[in-house]
């Protein structure tokens, strides 16, 4: 979740009050290009942080150089080098050229290697004039000698430019083709009073030792360089982070209170009907299947809407879970919707319920897929208005709005992780106070669940279905390779079908990745006398779905496919998952892939094939997939490789200047402090609370998308 600029005032206005900062009473060309990438008012201005501030060093003798630290230090050019940058030959119609320059101590005999790359034409005799020069970078070890790469170098002519420096380096980004340099000049020109008027919008000052505009001006470097430490920065830092978190807390909590002031379909917990559906059942329920229908029902009569997430990991049961609480609500007359993040999991999901429910006599199942053709589009849309249809399963045509349900009790919305909040809002509209029931293969850490997901509540099913084989994961080094086609080629001699999942269609001319269509000649000579078949996204719904069925069917045994059967796809007979350029994917990705195997009462191994030698951390990330199948395991070293975006796809488009400081893995004990603020607050001071929580909604229109 990202934080937007809290201010709504008019664009004219706003470009004014950045006029004001600039020093000039009508906006700039620059400024006007700030404004239209979002920083429209002095707060966003605030969150336009530095790339980097450090306090300028004092010039020192070479021999003090230290690595990684940022060196300022005058000599003599005693050599120099200038070659063409090839690889990078040109830019635009530039040639670049890369240089080489030694400096020696004006006083002493002590020399350094300056390194530059990339240089423009008039950079280039730029380095042929120089003799005695200032030079300011970062010294770097490099085959085990110092240098500095890309310094910032001044003629020593100019004997006073060291002094020009100021106390801080404070180097702010290019946004929206307006240099860094601009920015800093608008910071500049701050009147001195300006920082002590800064405040928060949250009143969140009295919660936190540092207040928010202190924390900006140790950020961009107001203060005494003298004054700096590292932890001083992280605790300014902290303080932003706090800011951030604190507002993703009050947007969490005015939509659970939003929804929880709403009322919503009773639907009674009937035990003796649900025995009835228990009957049909091929197996029985686990003791989690059965405490989270228990959970799931009993949050559906309070009165208000549910919005509840069930996890566990892939193959627990989730679906015969959401399908015995749908049937409750549709035997009391309500409508339900299943939406998928694929036709072939819509597919899958409606098999499933005809397998068990089919002849209920109350059940009028619906599939709702965009490659519906337009006519059968028309009469589902028409049953579902109608409400002659009572359980729609269906893909993200669910949420056009074209879809109008009669009686919309309860949303399920499976594999959370592939569709956003405002989707799952959309859905939920569709009815008045609609339950909502989430499904995810993808367990949540606590701080990701505090972060994001602080409007649901939880139900998690902790067990397996008794009786699974389990599943092995290797890792394939190119060494093994024949090893790993020789086990490939029993299995398939054994009667055993599997999957190769590659992360690319075609070969790309930018990317030396390994692709389905390549695979597939080269398994169809590795592999003699095998059918196999490819299935990937491009493919028509047709003949994706004829793939499918051939491979289920066990004509097919080996599928060659993109991540696409990352869901969906349901093949007891299934029992190798091979997943090329495994590097490419996300640990939580490959655990949904190989929980494609390893399903029924056979045992499945997932191999990660490796076309190269990979470095150490990568492998390292690789390995945890071999030592552990707890997706709780894997969702939190994802987090730590990943971030929390890549991981539930949230939403990164926006506002590119305001970079989110708030990182819930580095910055876990302030979101824990937010956390228990907010509910201390919303406990004992609801007078204080409740107007940021209507400002915010106002501000950000939270309430238009519930
Ligand atoms: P997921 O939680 O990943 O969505 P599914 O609901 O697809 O898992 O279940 C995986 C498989 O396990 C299905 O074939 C389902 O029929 C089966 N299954 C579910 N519950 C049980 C159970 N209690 N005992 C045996 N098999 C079960
Ligand atoms: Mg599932």
């Known amino acids: ?142 085959k085990a000698q110092n240098q500095i790469v890309n310094p910032k170098v001044h003629s020593l002519v100019d004997e006073a430019w060291a002094q020009t420096l100021g106390e801080w380096l404070v180097e702010y980004p290019t946004v929206n083709k307006v240099p860094g340099t601009y920015t800093a000049k608008l910071f500049d020109n701050l009147p001195t009073d300006f920082w002590q008027g800064l405040k928060s919008d949250y009143g969140t000052d009295e919660l936190n030792d540092l207040s928010l505009s202190r924390a900006f001006q140790i950020l961009h470097a107001r203060i005494p360089s003298a004054q700096f430490t590292k932890e001083l920065r992280s605790s300014a830092e902290e303080r932003l982070a706090y800011e951030e978190f604190f507002v993703d807390q009050l947007k969490i909590t005015t939509r659970r209170r939003f929804i929880k002031r709403k009322v919503g379909p009773n639907i009674q917990p009937d035990a003796e009907t649900l025995t009835v559906f228990l009957k049909r059942l091929p197996f029985t329920l686990t003791e989690d299947q059965i405490k989270s229908v228990q959970q799931i029902l009993d949050d559906m009569n309070t009165g208000h809407p549910m919005m509840r997430m069930l996890q566990g990991d892939v193959g627990c049961g989730k679906t015969v879970v959401a399908m015995l609480v749908a049937l409750v609500a549709i035997q009391q007359g309500h409508q339900v919707a299943l939406m998928c993040p694929t036709e072939a999991l819509a597919h899958q999901h409606a098999k499933t319920l005809t397998e068990m429910f089919g002849s209920l006599p109350f059940l009028k199942p619906v599939l709702l897929l965009g490659s519906l053709k337009k006519k059968g589009k028309d009469a589902v849309l028409k049953a579902l208005a109608e409400g002659e ?196 994917f996300g640990l939580s990705s490959l655990h949904q892939l190989r929980g494609r195997v390893g399903r029924g009462d056979k045992a499945g191994f997932c191999f990660l094939v490796l076309d190269k030698d990979l470095g150490p951390s990568a492998i390292e990330r690789l390995e945890v997939l071999e030592k552990t199948t707890d997706g709780f395991v894997i969702a939190e070293a994802d987090l730590q490789n990943r971030g929390e975006g890549d991981l539930f796809g949230v939403d990164q488009s926006g506002e590119v200047t305001r970079r989110r400081v708030a990182d819930f893995m580095k910055h876990s004990h302030v979101l824990e402090k937010v956390y228990r603020d907010v509910q201390h607050l919303m406990a004992t001071d609801p007078g204080k609370i409740d107007p940021m929580l209507l400002k915010l909604a106002r501000d950000q229109k939270i309430l238009d998308t519930i």
């Open 389 to 584: 249809a009572n359980f729609v399963i269906g893909t993200h045509s669910l949420f056009q709005e074209s879809v109008v349900f009669k009686k919309l009790a309860l949303a399920i919305i499976d594999e959370q992780h592939k569709f956003g909040v405002e989707q799952r809002l959309m859905l939920t509209a569709k009815g008045a106070g609609t339950h909502c029931l989430i499904m995810s293969a993808t367990p949540i850490p606590r701080t990701l669940s505090l972060a994001q997901y602080g409007d649901l509540d939880f139900t998690t099913i902790k067990v397996m279905p008794a009786g699974r084989k389990g599943i092995k994961t290797r890792i394939v080094a190119k060494a093994n390779y024949d090893k790993y086609v020789e086990f490939i080629k029993q299995r398939l001699a054994g009667g055993d079908q599997g999957y190769m999942v590659f992360p690319a269609i075609e070969e790309s001319e930018t990317m030396a990745l390994q692709n389905v269509t390549d695979a597939f000649q080269q398994y169809q000579k590795e592999l003699p006398g095998v059918p196999m078949a490819v299935l990937h996204g491009k493919m028509k719904a047709e003949d994706k779905e004829a793939t499918v069925k051939a491979f289920t069917e066990g004509t097919i045994r080996i599928l060659i496919a993109t991540s696409v059967i990352e869901v969906g796809i349901n093949v007891p007979n299934a029992a190798f998952m091979c997943v090329y350029n495994p590097e490419r």
């Open 1 to 142: 979740m990202r934080s937007k600029p809290s201010n709504t005032a008019s664009l004219s206005g706003e470009s004014h009050l950045l006029a004001v900062a600039a020093g000039k009473k009508t906006p700039s060309a620059h400024l006007e290009s700030l404004v239209a990438a979002g920083v429209r008012t002095l707060d966003d201005l605030m969150w336009l942080l530095p790339l980097r501030t450090l306090p300028m060093p004092k010039p020192r003798p070479f021999r003090e150089a230290r690595e990684g630290e940022l060196f300022l230090g005058c000599g003599k050019v005693i050599h120099r080098e200038v070659k063409p940058a090839y690889g990078r030959r040109t830019k635009g119609r530039f040639l670049l050229s890369n240089g080489f320059v030694i400096v020696k101590e004006l006083d002493g005999e002590a020399t350094l290697p300056l390194r530059f790359f990339n240089l423009y034409p008039q950079q280039k005799k730029q380095i042929e004039d120089w003799d005695k020069v200032w030079f300011l970078g970062t010294m770097q070890e490099w």
